[in-house]
Structure formats: C-alpha cells, structure tokens
C-alpha cells in the first residue's frame, strides 16, 4: 500500500507529457489549414516576442517567415517572455479557423500548447 501511495506522490510530481503528435512544418499547416484542424502536430520554430496580443512561432527568430500564434495564456506568456527569442519544439493541437477566416490579435491557432525550448538568446544587458 506504501509503495501505491509513493508511486502516485512521484507520478502527481512529473511534468504533464504531451501526446503523440505528428512532425510537420508551419508551412505544411499553413497550406492546408483544414487537413491539421484538431490534430496534435509537433513542429520546431522561434518565439521572437510575446506580448498579450501578439505572440507566435515563427520560421525566424526576428518573426520572419510563417507565423502561427499561440492561444492566449498567462502561464505561458510569463514562462516564455524571459527566453526570447528561443528556439523551440512545440507540440500543439491545430485551430484551423484563423487560417481559413480572419481574425485580429491574437489568433489562437495553436492550442493547449506544449513547449520545449532548444535554445533561449538572453539579450546582454
């Protein structure tokens, strides 16, 4: 019985891990918004800035390129803001409509977000 209640003590400890994704690339699901609409795909790009109403993958660290934004959360925008622009993997599930429809500010194409960083540029200060 202890050893139950130490499994589930280290289990409750443990990052949430994310589900098996599909690699992709931004321009694969940019091209074809609706064939990646609700699908986990796990793709690798840069967060260049991140701010309330603007924050995206990008091909680029300085935004250039394909960009897909990042749905709306604190969490993550206090995680990330400290390591731009970083490098990242990014496993995430597809909300195709703001590819297919218009929509202002922050566009939450990417959505229930796992990330990773590859590499963070502190700026000297």
Do not use: Y
């Amino acid at each position: 019985m202890i050893w139950l209640l130490a499994l589930a003590a280290a289990t409750a400890a443990d990052p949430p891990q994310p589900p098996p994704a599909t690699p992709v690339t931004m321009a694969q699901v940019q091209a074809s918004p609706a064939n990646w609409d609700s699908k986990w795909v796990r793709m690798t790009g840069w967060v260049g800035r991140c701010t309330r109403l603007d924050c995206a993958l990008t091909e680029g660290p300085e935004g250039q390129g394909v960009r897909l934004s990042f749905e709306a959360a604190d969490s993550f925008d206090r995680w990330v803001q400290p390591l731009v622009p970083a490098h990242v993997e990014v496993t995430a599930r597809v909300d195709s409509t703001c590819l297919l429809e218009l929509c202002i500010d922050r566009a939450p194409v990417l959505r229930q977000v796992f990330v990773r960083s590859l590499e963070a540029h502190r700026q000297e200060q």
